[in-house]
């Protein structure tokens, strides 16, 4: 059975720095390009980043250039994502997602097979 579940979650200040967490199960994950969404309340899910199988090309939206880096570790069927800078429009629930075949488009959450539940993440201003 496929889980992911992702962790780091929480509440921060503005300026502050998180890292979420996603550990899979039951997928193949190093053949998986796996990327970060996040749902902010009364909006829709948008990407945030995403890493491709290899670990070798990662891509940014360009809210979160620059403060946020993705990462995977292979060998622990987990990615990363640290957050530095937040700010208070970080403030949303962060989902993990794999795409079996690759993802073509990393921001287009239809290319992803896989999806954890999410984590919170809350930003005071």
């Known amino acids: 059975q496929v889980h992911l579940a992702e962790s780091g979650g929480g509440l921060v200040q503005a300026g502050g720095s998180l890292r979420l967490s996603c550990v899979t199960s039951g997928m193949p994950f190093a053949s998986c390009d796996m990327g970060w969404f996040r749902q902010a309340p009364g909006k829709e899910r948008e990407f945030v980043a995403s890493?491709?199988?290899?670990?070798?090309?990662?891509y940014y939206t360009d809210s979160v250039k620059g403060r946020a880096t993705i990462s995977r570790d292979n060998a622990k069927n987990t990615v990363l994502l640290q957050m530095n800078s937040l700010k208070f429009e970080d403030t949303a629930v962060y989902y993990c997602?794999?795409?079996?075949?690759?993802?073509?488009?990393?921001?287009?959450?239809?290319?992803?097979?896989?999806w954890g539940q999410g984590t919170q993440v809350t930003v005071s201003s």
């Open positions: 890493i491709t199988w290899t670990g070798d090309a990662s």
């Open positions: 997602a794999g795409a079996f075949s690759g993802a073509t488009n990393p921001n287009d959450e239809s290319e992803y097979d896989y």
